[in-house]
């Protein structure tokens, strides 16, 4: 049974940091392309980070404008589980969070931005709440 599993969120104060993980059960994570999606309040859901899988490893990695330089994608294979790291949180980062898996060998697949029907499955999602 697949499975993606988001650690907790919680609320964080401006400037602050946070990383979320995302544990996966039901498929190799090595094999796939991995990204993290998130729905503020009110807004549809939006592609935020994107890493592409090769059979050479990680391909190109993808960051929206809104969070590039502050985000951090990641994956531990051995662990089968990837990660966001949040650094310098802002109040408009406030949202519904949710890990992504395709499964799609291409060193170019997260060149530019996926959508979410570019992705196989899903976590539920996790809230990350900043305050100001």
């Known amino acids: 049974q697949v499975q993606l599993v988001e650690s907790e969120g919680g609320l964080v104060q401006s400037g602050g940091s946070l990383r979320l993980s995302c544990a996966v059960s039901?498929?190799?994570?090595?094999?796939?392309?991995i990204g993290w999606f998130r729905q503020a309040p009110g807004k549809e859901r939006e592609g935020i980070s994107c890493?592409?899988?090769?059979?050479?490893?990680?391909?190109?990695?993808w960051y929206a404008d809104s969070v590039k330089g502050r985000f951090t994608i990641s994956r531990d294979n051995a662990e089968n589980t990837m990660y966001l790291q949040m650094n310098d949180l802002k109040p408009e980062d406030t949202a519904v969070y949710y890990c992504a898996a395709r499964y799609r060998l291409d060193y170019y697949y997260c060149s530019g931005y996926v959508p979410s029907n570019g992705m196989d499955y899903w976590g539920k999602g996790t809230l990350v709440t900043v305050s100001s």
């Open positions: 890493i592409s899988r090769s059979n050479s490893g990680d391909g190109e990695t």
């Open positions: 039901g498929f190799a994570l090595e094999r796939y392309a």
